[in-house]
């Protein structure tokens, strides 16, 4: 197992938070012990914002073309925009998305050619970035073609909540449309995969939240519970899969049930990610299950009401860079010991008395 890492790092908009968190992440000598990083964006950007940020004059940098070349223990950047490239702080401009794109896309080639180990994304406007004729609706959707996955899933992690979603950055007209029992399938088959390869979970134990207030209510608030999320879940249990509910949306996390599961599975971007930015804003990382290749990145935006005023809390992006490091090991580990069959153990799980949607019983308000 390679004892030190190399972390590949995208800029995000240059406009926005992203340099801030990324060399505030980097400004304690000591994580270059850990890792090394290698940031795609610019090194004027790089520059600009670190003359912004007190105590950062010790940070050394490296330019080098590719993370091939990276120096071991300094701040290695990868010019992907040119000198040209105009900062403006808290403004969203064609400059500054154009930056963003060519980063990702820059990271996602080294990935693939084996030169870094792990993707960091700083965060990008995903309006502006459309403008800029880039037709996917975040980073997700971009990374899950371009690795060749055949499905992803978007899943916000802390030290104490993971959830996922259904569906991602879709309009909520389009929720109930976009929701079938094979899609909620393919995400607790991802999800329960995701909990013992990454997250070295033996037994995973989901819960899955309703659509629907009172989780439809045996039907008399909406069909999708008894139609679509039951049925799946009862093919789930069928595959193996722990998976438990569905459970009422409003009641779940004030009830502090998520402290029973692994995970949470939720079916709408806002449904999942209120909740877990209200307990893990500082500290969440988003991480897609599902590719050939770590990404992680803070659970934050632009931001870009305090681009470029010294207000950006980096725990968000360090704990994304800790997280990363964390599931690559992860893997590692699950590889060697399930690639020697002699080796593996199976450890049951008790499961607690809750209960799978079987015998679910729909709670009432």
């Known amino acids: 197992m390679k004892q030190k890492l190399v972390i590949g790092i995208t800029q995000g908009d240059s406009n926005g938070i992203g340099y801030e968190v990324i060399i505030k992440a980097l400004s304690n000598a000591s994580v270059l012990d850990m890792f090394t990083p290698v940031v795609y964006g610019s090194s004027k950007a790089f520059g600009f914002y670190r003359k912004q940020i007190p105590d950062t004059e010790n940070i050394n940098t490296n330019l080098v073309s590719s993370a091939k070349d990276a120096h071991p223990k300094r701040v290695n950047i990868v010019n992907c925009v040119g000198d040209d490239l105009l900062i403006d702080p808290g403004k969203l401009t064609h400059e500054s998305a154009k930056a963003a794109i060519a980063s990702l896309e820059k990271a996602v080639e080294e990935a693939k050619a084996g030169y870094i180990d792990v993707i960091v994304t700083a965060p990008f406007s995903k309006k502006g970035v459309t403008l800029e004729h880039f037709k996917y609706a975040g980073h997700t959707g971009y990374l899950i073609e371009t690795f060749g996955a055949e499905d992803g899933l978007m899943f916000m992690c802390s030290e104490s909540l993971r959830v996922g979603v259904v569906t991602m950055h879709i309009p909520l007209k389009e929720v109930s449309s976009s929701i079938d029992k094979e899609v909620i399938m393919s995400k607790l088959k991802l999800m329960n995969d995701s909990l013992k390869q990454d997250f070295y979970i033996e037994r995973p134990k989901i819960a899955v939240l309703g659509l629907n207030p009172h989780a ?3 039907g008399l608030l909406g069909e999708e519970e008894q139609n679509i999320i039951i049925p799946a879940i009862r093919e789930a249990n069928a595959m193996g899969i722990d ?3 569905p459970f009422p949306p409003d009641g779940f996390f004030a009830a502090t049930l998520q402290n029973k599961y692994d995970a949470v599975l939720t079916m709408y971007h806002d449904q999942g990610l209120i909740p877990f930015k209200t307990l893990s804003f500082d500290t969440g990382v988003n991480y897609t299950a599902g590719l050939p290749v770590v990404r992680t990145s803070p659970d934050h935006g632009t931001a870009f009401d305090i681009a470029g005023q010294n207000k ?3 725990r968000s992006m360090l704990s994304a860079i800790y997280l990363a490091i964390d599931i690559y090991r992860s893997r590692e580990q ?10 593996v153990q199976i450890v049951g799980q008790e499961e607690g008395g809750a209960k799978k949607a079987a015998d679910f019983d729909i709670a009432e308000e």
């Open 334 to 343: 699950f590889r060697q010991i399930h690639s020697n069959p002699m080796t």
């Open 216 to 218: 439809g209510d045996r």
């Open 243 to 245: 998976a438990f509910g």
């Open 312 to 314: 950006a809390n980096p």
